[in-house]
C-alpha cells in the first residue's frame, strides 16, 4: 500500500469545486485513508466530550454537526464508486470496511461522554433560545443517540454494537451477490429468428451490450434498460421465459453466493436490534421515526389500494387474454407475456407505441427539458463545465447558478448509461451536502443522478421510453432537492428527512415530463426534427391509468410483504422463499402479476436500512405528491412561480429544519389524502 503522505485522499482536494481526486485514487487508497479519518473523528468526538465548558449548543452540537469532515468526505466518494464504477479491488475494500464503519459508528453514538453533554442540552433546550432549526438539531441528534443504543449499558450494549457490525457485513454482500448476477448473466441472440420483433433501438441496444462485453453479434443483460423492452417486443416467447426467469433469479441464481440465508440472517438481526430498544418488532422500531408512525397506518393505507388494484389486474388480464386469443397467441397468459400483450393492446386502444414514442424522447433534449422546468419553477440554470476530472467519461457536470443573480447554488453531474460496474436501478447521491457549518468553506452541495439507460450507438442519440422520461424527471427531483437546499446544519440538510418524506420532491417531478408545455417544447423527433404533435401528447396522458392495476399491484405486493416480514417479532431461522410464497397465497398475488422485486435481490431491504419496513414509502409519498401537484393545477398553471417558491422554501430548501408533517402544511394548508393519489391512478 502507498504511505500516508502519498495518499491523494489525505492531500487538500484541489480539484474545481473541491471534486474528489479520482484521477490519482486507487482501491487501496481508500482503506488507509478511511482508517486515519476514523481516528481523527473519533478525536474531535473526544474532544468535544472533554470541553471544560458546560454543555451548550454550539460547543456541543454545532461541533458535532462539523465534526467528521475528512471521513464524510472519503466514505461519500468511495460508496459512490461503489455504487456506480465498481471493480473487484474496491468490492475487496468494501468487504473489509463495512464492519470497521458499523464499529466507528457505534463508537460515536455510544460515546458517552458525547451523550451525556447532548442528553444535557437536549434536557435544557426549552432554555436556551435557540432557533426554530437549531432546537431540531438538538430532538434529531438527541434521538439518533438513542436509537442507536446509547441508553443501553452492559450485555445489551456489546450485543446492539456486534449486531449492527455484522448487519453492515450482510449488507455488502447481498449487494455484491446481486451485482455480480447482474454483470455475469447475458444472452446471446444469435440468428435473424432470435431478434424477431425486435424494433431498431433494442436491438442497437442488445449490440451496445454486446460490445460493452466485448463480445459479437447482439446480447440482453440484466438492466432493465434492456429487458423491459425485450419483453415488450421480442416475439419469441421461448426467449421472453429465459429473460424473465433470469431476471427474477437475480440473488439466487448462483449457489455459492445465494442471497437467501443473508436476506434472513438480516431480517433474524433487525428484530433482535428492535427488541433491544424495547419495540415489539423492526417494523414497530423503524416506523417510530416516520411520518406514518405505525405499521397499522401504513397497513391501512396499503391494504385500501390492495384490493382495488387486484380488481384492475383481473380486467387488465381479460383485455390481454382476448388480445392474444384474437392474434393466435398462447394461452394461459404467462409472467413473461405481459408486457408483450400489454404494448399491443396499448397500441390498438390508444394508438402508442414505443418504437413510435422513442424517437421523440432524445435523452439531450430530455436533459434540457427538465433543466427549463427547473428554471421556469425555481428561476436556476444548468451550465455545462467541460474538463472536470471525473470518474467515468459517460459522466457530465453542470454548474447551477440562480438564473438573476449568477450565485454559484451545486454542481450537478449526470451519470445516465448502463454499464457491468454499475449497479442496476436509478438513483440519487451527494458527493458532498450543502451546510452552513461546514468547516472547509464549501457550502455548496454536488449532487450526482444516476440512471441505468441503454447507451445507442457512437453518433446516434440515445432515445428513451416515456417511462425513462419519468425516471429521469424522479431522480431529479431528488436532485434538486439536494441543490436547493438551505439550512446551516449538515445533519438537517438536503436529501436528509424522514424516509417516508424523502420521495415526495422525486414524485411530484414526474409530472412536469407530462406537461404539454414541457413537450411540446422539447419532445423533437429525431429523425424529422419536428415536435410531438399535440394529439400524440394527448394520446400519452390518455394511457397514464392504462396498466396501472399491474404497477400498482406488483408495487404494493413488495410493500405489503415487506412489512409482514418486518412485523416479525421473533423470525429465528426464517426460510425466505417458503416465507415469500407463504406470503403470496396468502395475498392473492396474482401469479401472472407477481412482486416487483423478489425478496433474493431486493435491494431497498437488504442492501442497506434505510428502506427496511419502509418500501411504502413510494406510495406514502405518492399520496402527498398528487395532493401537492394538485396545489399547481387548481391555479390553472402546472408552472405557477408563486406556488413553486412556497414549495422551494417549505419542501426542497427546509431539509429537515422542520418536522415534514408541519412543513407539508405550511406549503398546502392542510395534510394530504389519498384520494388525489387514487384519482391519478385510475383506482376510484
Not at 184 to 201: C, H, Q, V
Not at 297 to 309: D, K, N
Not at 530 to 556: C, K
Request: contains cysteine; hydrophobic residues 40%.
Amino acid at each position: 500500500m502507498d504511505g500516508m503522505n502519498n495518499n491523494p485522499l489525505l492531500k487538500p482536494w484541489e480539484s474545481p469545486h473541491g471534486l474528489p481526486p479520482f484521477a490519482d485514487t486507487k482501491a487501496s487508497h481508500f482503506e488507509d485513508a478511511m482508517k486515519k479519518a476514523m481516528v481523527d473523528h473519533l478525536a474531535e468526538i473526544d474532544r468535544i466530550a472533554a470541553n471544560p465548558d458546560p454543555a451548550d449548543f454550539e460547543n456541543t452540537l454545532a461541533a458535532f454537526d462539523r465534526s467528521g469532515d475528512l471521513l464524510g468526505r472519503v466514505a461519500r466518494m468511495f460508496f459512490n464508486l461503489c455504487s456506480s464504477e465498481t471493480n473487484p479491488e474496491l468490492q475487496a475494500v468494501e468487504r473489509a470496511l463495512a464492519p470497521q464503519l458499523a464499529a466507528h459508528e457505534n463508537a460515536m453514538y455510544m460515546h458517552e461522554g458525547l451523550f451525556t453533554r447532548v442528553r444535557h442540552v437536549h434536557e435544557s433546550r426549552a432554555d436556551l433560545g435557540l432557533s426554530d432549526e437549531q432546537l431540531r438539531l438538538v430532538e434529531r441528534v438527541y434521538l439518533q443517540f438513542v436509537r442507536s443504543g446509547a441508553e443501553l449499558t452492559g450485555e445489551k450494549r456489546d450485543r446492539f454494537a456486534a449486531i449492527t457490525e455484522e448487519l453492515a457485513s450482510l449488507y455488502t454482500s447481498f449487494s455484491q451477490a446481486v451485482l455480480a448476477d447482474e454483470a455475469e448473466w447475458g444472452l446471446r441472440l444469435e440468428s435473424e429468428d432470435d431478434l424477431a420483433g425486435l424494433p431498431d433501438f433494442v436491438r442497437e441496444a442488445a449490440d451496445e451490450v454486446a460490445r460493452s462485453r466485448d463480445a459479437d453479434g447482439y446480447m440482453i443483460s440484466l438492466s432493465p434498460s434492456v429487458v423491459d423492452p425485450f419483453l415488450t417486443y421480442s416475439t419469441r416467447r421461448d426467449l421472453r421465459e429465459r429473460v424473465w426467469r433470469a431476471f427474477k433469479a437475480r440473488g439466487e441464481a448462483n449457489s455459492e453466493r445465494d442471497t437467501k440465508p443473508m436476506a434472513s440472517r438480516i431480517v433474524a438481526l433487525r428484530a433482535e436490534l428492535a427488541a433491544l430498544l424495547g419495540a415489539d418488532s423492526f417494523a414497530t422500531f423503524a416506523l417510530e421515526d416516520r411520518m406514518a408512525k405505525t405499521p397499522a397506518s401504513v397497513m391501512q393505507l396499503l391494504e385500501q389500494v390492495w384490493e382495488r388494484a387486484k380488481q384492475r389486474v383481473a380486467e387488465e388480464q381479460k383485455l390481454l387474454e382476448a388480445e392474444a386469443t384474437a392474434s393466435g397467441g398462447d394461452l394461459p397468459l404467462e409472467p413473461w407475456d405481459w408486457e408483450f400483450w400489454t404494448d399491443r393492446v396499448r397500441t390498438r386502444t390508444y394508438q402508442l407505441d414505443d418504437a413510435e414514442l422513442k424517437p421523440y424522447f432524445q435523452l439531450e433534449r430530455m436533459l434540457a427539458a427538465m433543466f427549463d422546468c427547473a428554471n421556469r419553477l425555481y428561476g436556476i440554470q444548468f451550465e455545462e463545465v467541460h474538463g472536470l476530472p471525473l470518474y467515468h467519461p459517460d459522466v457530465r457536470a453542470f454548474e447551477v447558478k440562480d438564473a438573476s443573480t449568477g450565485t454559484l447554488v451545486g454542481l450537478f453531474l449526470s451519470d445516465n448509461f448502463a454499464r457491468p460496474s454499475k449497479r442496476g436501478g436509478a438513483w440519487m447521491s451527494v458527493y458532498r451536502t450543502q451546510s452552513g457549518n461546514r468547516p472547509d468553506g464549501y457550502g455548496y452541495p454536488i449532487v450526482v443522478n444516476n440512471n441505468n439507460f441503454a447507451k445507442a450507438p457512437a453518433g446516434k442519440p440515445t432515445l428513451l421510453s416515456f417511462d425513462n422520461v419519468r425516471t429521469l424527471f424522479h431522480e431529479f427531483g431528488h436532485a434538486l432537492h439536494g441543490l436547493l437546499s438551505n439550512v446551516t446544519y449538515e445533519t438537517l440538510a438536503g436529501t436528509n428527512v424522514l424516509r417516508d418524506f424523502v420521495e415526495l420532491p422525486s414524485q411530484i417531478h414526474e409530472n412536469w415530463a407530462l406537461e404539454p408545455e414541457t413537450l411540446r417544447t422539447h419532445a423533437i423527433h429525431a429523425t424529422t426534427g419536428e415536435a410531438i404533435p399535440d394529439e400524440l401528447i394527448e394520446r400519452i396522458r390518455a394511457n397514464s391509468t392504462f396498466n396501472q392495476g399491474y404497477m400498482t399491484t406488483s408495487y404494493t405486493s413488495c410493500a405489503l410483504i415487506d412489512m409482514k416480514l418486518h412485523q416479525i417479532a421473533d423470525p429465528g431461522e426464517l426460510d425466505i422463499a417458503s416465507f415469500e410464497a407463504r406470503a403470496c397465497e396468502e395475498l392473492g398475488v396474482p401469479a401472472v402479476v407477481g412482486m416487483r422485486h423478489r425478496l433474493p435481490h431486493f435491494l431497498h431491504l437488504f442492501s442497506g436500512d434505510g428502506y427496511a419496513a419502509g418500501y411504502y414509502v413510494y406510495m406514502w409519498a405518492e399520496v402527498l405528491e398528487a395532493d401537492a401537484f394538485e396545489a399547481f393545477t387548481e391555479t390553472g398553471n402546472p408552472f405557477n412561480a408563486e406556488i413553486a417558491a412556497k414549495f422551494r422554501t417549505h419542501v426542497l430548501s427546509a431539509g429537515d429544519s422542520v418536522d415534514p408533517a408541519e412543513a407539508y402544511r405550511e406549503f398546502r394548508g392542510h395534510d394530504a389524502k389519498p384520494d388525489a393519489m387514487m384519482r391519478k391512478r385510475g383506482l376510484l
